[in-house]
């Protein structure tokens, strides 16, 4: 699309608002609202700037200066993927979406931007002659709206007029309580070109599970990033709240994003992973050798909250540990049972509070250095995998970021500027959560001690 297209597009659509989507490091849009004129004149003369501390804001509001984002907050020229461009169509006034990357005034791409990290892998990959893909499988819950600050979610009530109580994993007649929400939920993934697959029932209290049919590793990003946002907009439409947090409810299962992941040969499209017998390849044992030797290091970006490491707890459907095995829920990678073309690696650890770009970008890294150096996993791991003790995930959300800041190669493939960055905004989060009166302070402390 050409900026007489883009031009002709938004007269079409009777468009009144652009809003320059940026993801930032949470995952989270922010960026700029404003007339087509406006931005159809910036597109023109590259004028639409915002400061780089877009990417240094943590989730909870702070900007985490650094060696890289710097207290004079340096101007970024927006980029915006005219490729992106979509309505949103929850908003009462047509408004144009588009993601936008950003660059210097000299051209050059933000090296800590979450979509260039991930760009930034792929482009590790077309140097082999390889294109990843990914199929996301994302966890979320619904819940009662709520205004104060609460200590656990409830569950809404549905067109019966009654809460789920119990599991209702794979029920029907629970998906359908919703009926309404999702037919709203699937137009507008139409609309904004989000290619939703299934929707099933998981195990919590209204907790569900829909697919993103597998794609090239950007695109896909993408539409997590753009899911994430209109399902909360769905919700809203009818009177809900949709959480992606990795343990909402201390007693029931979390919710993850299990990440589907195959490569193939850019130019034949034949899936690497299989040789032409169909047996497994060198390159697929390297890959899963690259998962388990390195998934601990990048665990920050998949479990990127003190909260997502609650959610990895035995027989809660979370994995303890980064064995594999075929066609086994208990373990941290799941070779599903497919035909050759279709042989993939399931990662079943990224919780569903990850930024999209920096857990796939997680993955696919941990992946290639495998195949590069020629890792070879440990033995398949056979039989209930939650309770082994071998190989355990990392327990602790700061002793992750040190261990991760310290990875020689994540720091080489991810890049020194982004990976010292983030760090600095999770130590930032996590000391002040650490300064947060809790409820097991309240509960256990205020009257006796």
């Keep these: 699309m050409d900026l007489k297209e883009l031009e002709d597009w938004l007269r079409r659509n009777r468009v009144t608002d652009v809003a320059c989507l940026i993801p930032d490091m949470t995952g989270s849009a922010r960026g700029k609202m404003m007339t087509p004129a406006l931005f159809l004149n910036g597109m023109k003369n590259k004028s639409l700037r915002i400061p780089e501390t877009v990417y ?37 006034d047509p408004t144009a979406c588009l993601i936008c990357d950003s660059t210097t005034d000299l051209g050059a791409p933000t090296s800590f931007a979450p979509r260039e990290v991930l760009r930034r892998v792929v482009n590790l990959y077309a140097e082999q002659g390889w294109t990843p893909i990914v199929g996301p499988e994302i966890e979320f819950y619904l819940i009662e709206k709520f205004k104060d600050v609460i200590l656990e979610p409830r569950a809404p009530e549905g067109k019966s007029g009654r809460p789920e109580f119990g599991q209702y994993v794979y029920s029907l007649d629970a998906i359908d309580e919703f009926d309404q929400l999702w037919e709203e939920l699937y137009q507008f993934c139409e609309i904004q070109r989000v290619d939703l697959d299934t929707l099933i029932h998981e195990d919590g209290p209204c907790q569900f599970e829909v697919n993103i049919r597998h794609n090239e590793a950007i695109n896909v990003a993408d539409q997590m990033f753009l899911f994430k946002r209109l399902t909360r907009n769905v919700a809203l439409r009818h009177n809900l709240f949709v959480t992606f947090m990795a343990k909402p409810y201390s007693d029931c299962a979390g919710s993850s994003i299990h990440m589907h992941q195959s490569i193939i040969d850019s130019k034949s499209k034949q899936n690497i992973f299989s040789n032409e017998d169909g047996s497994d390849s060198d390159l697929f044992r390297y890959y899963i050798g690259g998962l388990q030797a390195l998934l601990p290091a990048a665990m920050p970006l998949l479990a990127p909250y003190t909260n997502s490491f609650n959610r990895f707890e035995a ?52 992946g290639f250095i495998g195949m590069m150096e020629k890792i070879e996993p440990r033995a398949e791991y056979l039989g209930e995998g939650y309770q082994d003790s071998e190989r355990p995930l990392p327990k602790s959300l700061i002793d992750s970021v040190e261990t991760f800041a310290a990875s020689k190669p994540l720091r080489e493939a991810l890049g020194p500027g982004f990976v010292d960055t983030y760090c600095s905004i999770k130590r930032s989060e996590y000391e002040h959560r650490s300064s947060v009166l809790s409820p097991w302070d309240v509960r256990f402390l205020m009257t006796n001690v």
Excluded: K
């Excluded at 804001?57 to 984002?69: A, C, L, P, Q, W």
């Excluded at 540990?321 to 990224?350: M, Q």
């Design 315 to 366: 027989f809660m459907s979370a994995p303890t540990n980064t064995h594999w095995s075929r066609e086994n829920r208990t373990v941290g990678l799941r070779v599903p049972e497919s035909s050759a073309d279709a042989r993939r690696v399931e990662n079943r650890i990224a919780g569903a509070d990850i930024n999209p770009y920096l857990g796939v970008a997680a993955s696919l890294v941990c």
């Design 56 to 92: 240094a804001i943590g989730v909870h509001g702070d900007i985490e200066f650094s060696n890289h984002v710097v207290t004079t907050e340096r101007d970024l020229v927006l980029a915006p993927d005219l490729d992106t461009l979509h309505l949103a169509p929850w908003s009462s």
